[in-house]
Every structure is written in structure tokens, then in C-alpha cells.
């Protein structure tokens, strides 16, 4: 952003001065150099951290990804206000320009996303949540893009100028890395959505959301990865017992068998540990679930051949009835 700044004010000098059309060139050439270097900044910072996550990532691929949508799409978004110089009025209010960011970054966030998930293809198993990542964060960040952007007057030396940049910078990376850092997670995981219910279920205050879901924790038959999932469910002597709606599209479930399978549930805003059990029509014990759970939600409509999840705690106390 430093970089970026610089180059804008360089050609904001270079328009004000005669005989603009035979610097043109030169303006874009010195706009385009900004926003390659912001890029190059962007990209190989996070490709670094990333691959230290995942070395399966292709950090050249990623990088060029980043330069030619977050660079030279920088660089286009710059050139119309940077080669018509200063007007000597005064600039548009600080509110409208923080709008403004966020239209941009709507706009700017998915399709570098895109380009970014194409470059992780192969080093997450769902690299297409990056998309959504990007769409939450680049609005925000450019917001204060353009505030801090909007911030100097056309009298500030340059030096005063950099500085600016670079607290911006600073400040619109510390956004960018806070949003996008959090979605990590749902690339080889749960999607968001999913974490973000956890999160809530595990704070001091729930909301009474424990009173009708609780956090499960599988492993995976044959990677042994970890997954962490939040379940509805209804309590019968002691017991959890889940449904898994839409079972023909989930895959969780099918990491259970008999007989249990160790697993983590999250009771009272704390992770314990438990044994589940699948229970199918004609298993010992099916039935009772099965209208346990009716009991409790008796507007869903399950099949008697739905699967049901069995989970007991190691120390069941703390369960209450979901009434």
C-alpha cells in the first residue's frame, strides 16, 4: 500500500503538470508498477503462510493468481482518479468513500477468491469456501482502503504520504487477515457456518442454544482427521441421541459403527468425551431412539428407516432433557 500510494501521487504530479499526453504512458506504467507490488506483497505473504499449513500449495500458482486480480485490478480501479490530477477541491466525505470500498470489495472479494481457490485446488479439500472468505473480507478492508486513502490533502509531502499508506496498509491487512484467517478452518473442515454455531454453543452464554444442539465430535475411518459438526438432538436416559437429517447427503455418520466409536460431544460448553453407536432399522435399540427423538421434535418427518446416532458420555452428568 506504501507502494501503491506513491505511485498515485507520482502521477497526480505528472497530470498537473503541461503536456500530459506524453506522460501517459509513463503514469500508467508507474500505476501499474504500484499495484503489481501490492500483489506481489499480498500474494507471497500469504502464500508463505500457507504453504508452511499445507506444502501441497503451489506458491507461483497462487501468486499469479493474486497479482493479476488483486494487482492490476488495483491498478485499473486507481488509474481514472490518479491521471486526472488534483483538482484542488476537497474529496467526497469519509462515510461515502467507506460505502464505496465496501461496493468495490463485493465485487473485488469473490473474484479474487475465485482466482485464489483455483490455486489452492489440490492443497485443501474445499477450496471453493475461499470464495466466501474473500466476499466477507475484502469490503471491510477496502472500506478502510479508502478511508485511509481519502485521509491525506493534496499538500502533505510525500513522506507523510508513505506513512499514511503504510498505517493503512497495516491496518486494512490486520482486517484482511483477522476475516479471512478465521474461515481457514472450513478449507479442510467444517464449512463456517458450522464453526460459527460451535463457537456460540461453547461460550458462557448460549443463548439456549444448547437446549436443542449440541457440538460432535468424528473421526474419520481412514484419514483420522477430525471433524466437529453441531447436531440437533433429544435426551434419552443419559443419552444423546442425533439424527442425521438428509443422511443420503452426509458422510459423518458413516464414520460410526458397532461396536462404539469413541467421539467428543459438547455439553454445557465443554468438549467430553463419549462413545457413539449407530443404530439401523432392525438393530437393538433403534426403535427406542427413534421415538425418543419424535418425542422431542415432533415436526420432523423421519422415515422408520432412518439411521440414528446413539451417543453416550463417559459422565453423563450434566445432561438435562431437551423438554
Same mark, same amino acid.
Given at each position: ?7 498515485? =501521487?507520482?502521477? !497526480?504530479?505528472?497530470?498537473?503538470? %503541461?503536456?500530459?499526453? *506524453?506522460?501517459?504512458?509513463?503514469? $500508467? ?10 500483489? +506481489? ?26 497479482? +493479476? ?46 482466482? !485464489?481457490?483455483?490455486? $489452492? ?5 474445499? &477450496?471453493? =469456501? ?8 475484502? &469490503? ?18 510525500? *513522506? ?5 499508506? @503504510? ?10 487477515? $483477522?476475516?479471512? *484467517?478465521?474461515? +481457514? ?5 467444517? %464449512? ?45 436416559? *443419559? ?19 458397532? %461396536? ?37 421434535? @415432533? =415436526? ?5 428407516? !432412518?439411521?440414528?446416532? =446413539? ?13
Amino acid at each position: 500500500m506504501t507502494a501503491a500510494a506513491g505511485a498515485a =501521487r507520482t502521477t !497526480q504530479d505528472l497530470a498537473d503538470r %503541461p503536456g500530459l499526453a *506524453g506522460s501517459v504512458g509513463l503514469a $500508467l506504467a508507474i500505476i501499474v508498477a504500484g499495484g503489481l507490488v501490492e500483489g +506481489l506483497a499480498l500474494g507471497g505473504a500469504q502464500a508463505g503462510e500457507l504453504a508452511r499449513w499445507r506444502p501441497a500449495l503451489r506458491r507461483g500458482r497462487y501468486v499469479t493468481a493474486t497479482v +493479476l486480480v488483486a494487482g492490476l485490478g488495483w491498478a485499473i480501479a486507481s488509474a481514472p482518479s490518479a491521471l486526472a490530477g488534483d483538482d484542488g477541491g476537497s474529496g467526497p466525505p469519509v462515510l461515502l468513500m467507506a460505502l464505496g470500498g465496501v461496493g468495490i470489495g463485493l465485487v473485488m472479494g469473490p473474484l479474487l477468491g475465485a482466482a !485464489q481457490a483455483w490455486a $489452492l485446488r489440490g492443497a485443501v479439500a474445499h &477450496p471453493w =469456501r475461499w470464495v466466501g472468505a474473500n466476499a466477507a473480507a475484502w &469490503p471491510f478492508a477496502i472500506a478502510v482502503i479508502f478511508v485511509g486513502a481519502g485521509t491525506p490533502g493534496a499538500d502533505w509531502p510525500l *513522506g507523510w504520504l508513505l506513512v499514511d499508506g @503504510a498505517v493503512t496498509g497495516a491496518l486494512a491487512g490486520t482486517v484482511l487477515g $483477522l476475516v479471512t *484467517g478465521w474461515f +481457514l478452518g472450513s478449507l479442510t473442515g467444517s %464449512p463456517g457456518r458450522n464453526r460459527g454455531v460451535l463457537h456460540l454453543l461453547g461460550a458462557s452464554r448460549r443463548l439456549g442454544l444448547d437446549r436443542s444442539l449440541s457440538g460432535l465430535e468424528v473421526h474419520g475411518r481412514r484419514t483420522g482427521r477430525a471433524y466437529r459438526l453441531p447436531v440437533q438432538y433429544a435426551a434419552d436416559a *443419559g443419552d444423546l441421541v442425533v439424527v442425521p437429517g438428509r443422511a443420503e447427503r452426509k458422510s459423518w455418520w458413516r464414520n460410526l459403527g458397532r %461396536p462404539a466409536t469413541p467421539v467428543e460431544a459438547l455439553v454445557d460448553g465443554t468438549w467430553r468425551p463419549a462413545t457413539a453407536v449407530l443404530l439401523r432399522p432392525g438393530d437393538p435399540g433403534h426403535a427406542e431412539a427413534l421415538t425418543a427423538y419424535r418425542a422431542r421434535w @415432533a =415436526r420432523v418427518r423421519l422415515p422408520d428407516d !432412518q439411521p440414528v446416532v =446413539r451417543v453416550r458420555l463417559d459422565d453423563p452428568a450434566g445432561i438435562q432433557g431437551a423438554a
